[in-house]
């Protein structure tokens, strides 16, 4: 059975940290792109970063640019998303996402362009 989870959400204040996992089970992430999407409240799903197959290539919306950070560690079938210096209007729902693409560098934020999602992991930020 396919399937993704998502881990380490919670509560946390402004300017703080949390280090999200994603592990895949029923199929090896070597071969997959994968990405890091979220949803707040009244608002659509946005993909906010993305890592390549191979690893090589990631990309990120500009409003986590700089304080975000997707990285994969195939020997754990795991992707993580490193958030710092986190914000208030950083608070959603996250979903981790998984696909084959066409090329092993493709890197994709868009919603449709993943088969396999997770079930997602709250994150709040307040004080």
């Known amino acids: 059975q396919v399937q993704l989870v998502e881990f380490g959400g919670g509560l946390v204040q402004p300017g703080g940290s949390l280090r999200l996992s994603c592990t895949a089970s029923?199929?090896?992430?070597?071969?997959?792109?994968m990405g890091w999407f979220r949803q707040a409240p009244g608002k659509d799903r946005e993909g906010i970063a993305c890592?390549?197959?191979?690893?090589?290539?990631?990309d990120y919306d500009d409003s986590v640019k700089g304080r975000f950070t997707i990285s994969k560690d195939n020997a754990k079938n795991t992707m993580y998303l490193q958030m710092n210096r986190l914000k208030p209007e950083d608070t959603a729902v996250y979903y981790c996402?998984?696909?084959?693409?066409?090329?092993?560098?493709?890197?994709?934020?868009?919603?449709?362009?993943?088969?396999?999602w997770g079930q997602g992991t709250q994150v709040a930020v307040s004080s």
């Open positions: 996402a998984a696909d084959i693409f066409r090329n092993d560098n493709a890197c994709e934020r868009s919603t449709p362009s993943y088969h396999y």
């Open positions: 029923g199929f090896i992430l070597d071969y997959y792109a």
């Open positions: 890592i390549s197959s191979d690893d090589v290539n990631t």
